[in-house]
Structures are given as C-alpha cells and as structure tokens.
C-alpha cells in the first residue's frame, strides 16, 4: 500500500500564508506528476497545481500567483506554498502521486484540512 504522508495544513487569516508537505516513497516520486487537489462538502475534487519530473507545473486559474508548487527529489517531497490565502481557499488538500499534469494518478494523501477565516 503506498503511503502519501501529508502536513502543513491548519487555519490562517485572509490573506495570510500557508505551507503544505507530501513525502511520498521513492519509486513512486520519481515517476509522472506529483501534485495537490481540493475538494469541499459536496463539491467535486479539483487539480489545484501538479508538478512533474521535468520541474513543468500547472496551476488552477484561481491560484495561479498565489500558490507555488515545488519538490525535494533528495527528501521524495513536494510542497504547496499558499500565499494571500481567500475564504474560498477553505477546504481539505490532498496529495497525489503518479498522475500526469492534468489529470491525477491513483495515489492519494489522506487529506489536510486549510481553513481560512476572515
């Protein structure tokens, strides 16, 4: 069973700053696209930035110039680094592994939670 260990999530103010963490095992980082989704009650998940070996990214419309993705191939990790964080941010994150830039792998974190508060 691949393991996905998420971290970073938590509340934060409008406007403040947040930082996730995803270690994923070796064999499984070093292929395809990591990357990180959202989803909220009743809403479907969805990509919010991906990342792939080639260091090439894609960003949902909605974060792009607020959110950074990047990865440690030394510590099999990728992070997500929210800035100017909205109300709407508000939901649980999810790390994916082994997907491509667009469409997600079979892979899935366990979910952190990122409340934003006015």
């Known amino acids: 069973q691949v393991q996905l260990v998420e971290s970073g999530g938590g509340t934060v103010q409008a406007g403040g700053s947040l930082r996730l963490s995803c270690a994923a095992p070796?064999?499984?980082?070093?292929?395809?696209?990591m990357g990180w989704y959202r989803q909220g009650p009743g809403k479907q998940r969805e990509l919010v930035a991906t990342?792939?070996?080639?260091?090439?990214?894609n960003y949902a419309d909605s974060v792009k110039g607020r959110f950074t993705i990047s990865r440690d191939n030394a510590k099999n990790t990728v992070y997500l680094q929210m800035n100017s964080l909205k109300l709407v941010d508000t939901d649980t994150y999810y790390c994916?592994?082994?997907?491509?830039?667009?469409?997600?792998?079979?892979?899935w974190g366990q979910g952190t939670q990122v409340t934003v508060s006015s």
């Open positions: 990342i792939n070996s080639y260091l090439d990214t």
């Open positions: 994916n592994a082994d997907g491509l830039l667009r469409y997600p792998g079979p892979y």
């Open positions: 070796g064999s499984i980082f070093s292929r395809n696209a």
